[in-house]
């Protein structure tokens, strides 16, 4: 009989993002799950928290020459150059499939100058069935001699007030983990706007082959991602999460269920999951079904309770 | 397009350093095409990271044992050990757990083959051509030329022969068949056969003088293409190669995952050079910008 009780018993999963209702707490990270219909085949979009789409510009861009990818000890290098279709062929051509799923769409994005994000957030602020925007703030601004606006808090501070004043959807502002600082930075973008920060991105990093003596990408220097960063990553959303009020999403390195629990208890309010959709397509599903069995073992009726449970 | 957990059958070398796995994978052999390969996870753990591409050698079934098991369908890849993952393949035994994503990608357009046929491989290159050759409807006016360095290189002769496909043999170093590059060969069958079409799969400096010749003597082409890959089904963009008419203003950048691998010849930029970038950072920090 008391079996029974065990199996009926389900879990509050849902978490809410800056307004944004979510089944639970597992989105994937932008650039790792192209606009939702690659995977569409491997996995149910119905069941993810929400889709976070490949980062878009108000151009469509080319990226990088290759090799673009490598794999290191426990994550791999990317240096793409966030190759995208453009904002318009996004809205024409890959948004009427998104809109099938009772998911809600979080549109990743990024501008070379401070004018361009204005314009991107502007064109995504009229659209219906976008849920939020996700603002990478992780590129080089192209009339500042290429510095990455995230790695300036004066920059990222103006850059986020000025996509603030062209969308009232939700924003979410994605750090860059390259900084001394991440506080100085998290507080910079919530005092100018933000709904919500999402981090970590990749971290800077750089592979040689030793027999060619050439880098191992193209591009010389790339972003290291997967589980090889996710401790950096959980300490630098703890000390974001103890800087900011406003809501925190954890990334970097999850591929189990556990790992995401780890993000979830120094306080993110939901994850999200990039390299590992690559190594099992089917990660985000597994991701979810064994956080509720992890729930039920432990006896947790609702996910929020273990948002910033962490014991210090 | 699926992920199976699965198990595999058999492995074993062939050749120096080449082996042959062949691996439990249910739909396959209805649904493979040559040409097309698998996302291959060498073991279920994080390490290494990332899947391997392999191209499809074949697809088929074993029959029903017993009256109560069901016919078993595999496919069966054949791969060099150059690294990390397949070092771990070579020391895979039967029942071991593995996983294949897959079929994946466009393979060859079989259209093509209703005349003659070339089929052009160099080493593993020769893996998806297989399977090509078994799907030709008329064997006998295909022909597949096979080159290597030396005769370990030299995988599949008697597989083709098998099929009724006429093999031409040569190394580089002579040791087995004719003396020189397989690319030498290929004009001298076009002599024969001039209205010939050709299908390659090799290492880059191969494809390229064969993409030479064909285009000099206006033989149809398609080429199957090897990049670096991470997801293997067009999310991550990491596995691009230039395509017809690409320059930087213009760029027309294809994923060899899904559009190819296999693509016309004549889709596909060759004037390219190889270009490294200038320093910048990877995509989320710092994105690689180049303006
Ligand atoms: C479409 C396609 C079909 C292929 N078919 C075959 C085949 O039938 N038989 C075969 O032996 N090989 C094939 N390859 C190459 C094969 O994927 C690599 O040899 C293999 O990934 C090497 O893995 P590793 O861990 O041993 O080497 P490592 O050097 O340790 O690998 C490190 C990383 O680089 C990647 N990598 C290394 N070499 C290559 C390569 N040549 N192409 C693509 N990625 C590479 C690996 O996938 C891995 O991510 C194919 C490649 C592609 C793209
Ligand atoms: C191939 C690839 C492409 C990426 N593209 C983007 C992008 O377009 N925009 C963005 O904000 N982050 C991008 N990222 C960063 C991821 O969203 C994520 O922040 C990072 O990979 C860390 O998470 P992970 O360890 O789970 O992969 C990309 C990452 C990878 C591996
Ligand atoms: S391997 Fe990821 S897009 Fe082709």
Known sequence: ?312 | MKNHKTIVLSNQEISPGYFRMRILAPDYNRLARPGQFVMFRVQRSLLPLLRRPFGIFRAGFMPADCDTMPPKEFIEIIYKVVGSGTEIMQGLHHGDPVELLGPLGAGFDLNLTSGDSMLVGGGIGLVPLYMLAESIADPSRAEVLIGGRSRDDIIMVTEFERLGVKTFVSTEDGSLGDVGLVTHVLEQRLEQKPKARVFACGPMPMIRAVEKICRSKGVQLQVSMEELMACGVGACLGCVIKGEGHTSEKPNFLCTCKVGPVFNASDLAWNDCDSGGDVSDGDGCGCGDKQ
């Open chain 1, 1 to 312: 009989m008391k079996r029974r009780e065990k199996i009926d018993k389900t879990v509050h999963l849902q978490v809410d993002i800056a307004g944004i209702r979510l089944k639970n707490p597992i989105m994937p990270a932008s650039g790792t799950f192209g606009y939702g219909e690659e995977y569409a085949p491997y996995l149910d979009l119905n069941s993810l928290g929400a889709i976070v789409t490949k980062g878009l510009s108000l151009h469509p861009k080319a990226g990088n020459n290759t090799p673009r990818v490598c794999e290191t000890v426990g994550g791999m290098l990317n240096a793409i150059g966030l190759q995208n279709v453009g904002i318009e062929h996004f809205i024409y051509q890959k948004m009427p499939f998104l809109k099938q799923f009772d998911t809600p769409v979080i549109v990743n994005f990024f501008g070379n100058t401070q004018e361009e994000y204005g314009e991107v957030a502007a064109r995504l602020d009229e659209l219906p069935g976008v849920a939020g925007l996700e603002m990478n703030i992780s590129c080089p601004n192209v009339k500042h001699g290429g510095i990455v606006f995230g790695t300036d808090p004066k920059a990222a501070f103006a850059t986020v007030a000025a996509v603030r004043k062209k969308t009232s959807k939700p924003l979410i502002v994605k750090l860059t983990p390259n900084v001394t600082d991440i506080q100085v930075t998290a507080r910079a973008v919530e005092e100018a706007g933000a709904d919500a920060i999402s981090l970590i991105n990749t971290l800077t990093g750089m592979a040689v082959d030793v027999k060619t003596r050439r880098p191992r990408l193209a591009n010389t220097i790339g972003g290291l991602s997967g589980p090889a960063i996710r401790p950096i990553a959980v300490r630098l959303v703890h000390q974001v999460v103890q800087a900011v009020k406003v809501p925190v999403i954890g990334i970097g390195g999850i591929s189990r269920a556990m790992d995401a629990l780890e993000f979830l208890i120094v306080g993110a309010t939901a994850v999200q999951v990039g390299t590992a959709n690559f190594v099992d397509p089917n990660a985000m599903a597994t991701i979810i079904a064994d956080l509720e069995t992890f729930c039920l073992a432990e006896g947790v009726d609702d996910i929020n309770e273990l948002i910033g449970s962490l014991k210090v």
